[in-house]
């Protein structure tokens, strides 16, 4: 059991929690993730690292409200205790020498690109983040950005906040000035990371996506995640858990990625709305 120390709640529908996970504290690095369950009845859902402190040995995760088991994990408390928090899973972002970086964080993705965020700036790096999300009531995470930035950018679609726009205007802008990087780094949704790929595609400048697929085991048997990628006209099968979650982005079937992302979202939606009248019956 993983006793819950903290619980805020970032916008209306996300929240912020600290784990206690001494273990899986111990060996957290950026980019990597955890597969939980709620209680002993749930289902096994992936949430990324998004910090970690190895002297308290908790991990923090951030998550969307989406459906039925992010509904009962928000129905959490602090002070109550999860059933399991499996972890560190996947291979942490690479960033060793990297001097110059843009990291590209769209909604609740944002959260995945802080660590990252945070961890070049602790190495020295020069860090550009550009920080996207639909209105000024869904921003998260803006003070912890600017903090470990050395540029910094926030867009919302409807202008209630920061500059209109989506986060390549701030991409095109700089690339049409010349600014270079040595890596793109974008975490999102996958329609925004396919047009931040598309931007940077011209510059020839690395860029690495980070993907999230329908994930079961995190151990690569059940093929849940797995991903096509495209390398010299060749199509190779990847699976996110164990090879991922980055990649590069110049590689990735977006268009696949997508259409598979929406095989469950009918049940998902059923499933919340069923978790939803069960809670308010508990009320």
């Keep these: 059991m993983y006793k819950i120390v903290k619980k805020s709640s970032l916008n209306p529908t996300v929240t912020y929690m600290e784990i206690e996970a001494p273990l899986v504290a111990r060996k957290a690095e950026p980019g990597q993730f955890i597969i939980l369950r709620v209680d002993e009845n749930c289902e096994r859902i992936p949430l990324t690292i998004a910090d970690y402190d190895r002297v308290k040995g908790t991990v923090s995760i951030i998550f969307q409200i989406v459906g039925a088991t992010t509904q009962k994990l928000n129905a959490k408390n602090e002070g109550e205790f999860i059933e399991d928090f499996a972890g560190p899973l996947g291979k942490p972002t690479e960033l060793e020498g990297l001097k110059k970086v843009c990291i590209v964080g769209g909604g609740v993705g944002c959260a995945i690109a802080l660590p990252i965020a945070k961890k070049l700036h602790e190495m020295g790096a020069e860090v550009t983040s550009i920080i996207g999300f639909r209105t000024k009531d869904l921003v998260i995470l803006e003070d912890e950005f600017r903090k470990c930035s050395t540029n910094f950018y926030i867009m919302t679609d409807d202008g209630s906040y920061g500059t209109q726009g989506n986060v390549c205007a701030p991409l095109n802008e700089m690339f049409s000035e010349n600014k270079t990087f040595d890596e793109v780094i974008t975490i999102g949704p996958l329609i925004m990371m396919k047009f931040v790929v598309m931007a940077v595609?011209?510059?020839?400048?690395?860029?690495?996506?980070?993907?999230?697929?329908?994930?079961?085991?995190?151990?690569?048997?059940?093929?849940?995640?797995?991903?096509?990628?495209?390398?010299?006209?060749?199509?190779?099968?990847?699976?996110?858990?164990?090879?991922?979650?980055?990649?590069?982005?110049?590689?990735?079937?977006?268009?696949?990625?997508?259409s598979r992302s929406l095989m469950y979202k009918e049940f998902e939606i059923k499933e919340h709305e069923k978790e939803c009248n069960l809670l308010k019956g508990v009320n």
């Design 201 to 258: 595609k011209p510059t020839g400048i690395p860029c690495t996506v980070s993907m999230n697929p329908i994930m079961i085991d995190g151990t690569g048997m059940c093929g849940g995640c797995r991903l096509t990628l495209i390398r010299d006209g060749e199509r190779i099968t990847k699976f996110a858990c164990v090879d991922g979650p980055d990649f590069n982005g110049y590689e990735i079937d977006f268009d696949e990625a997508m």
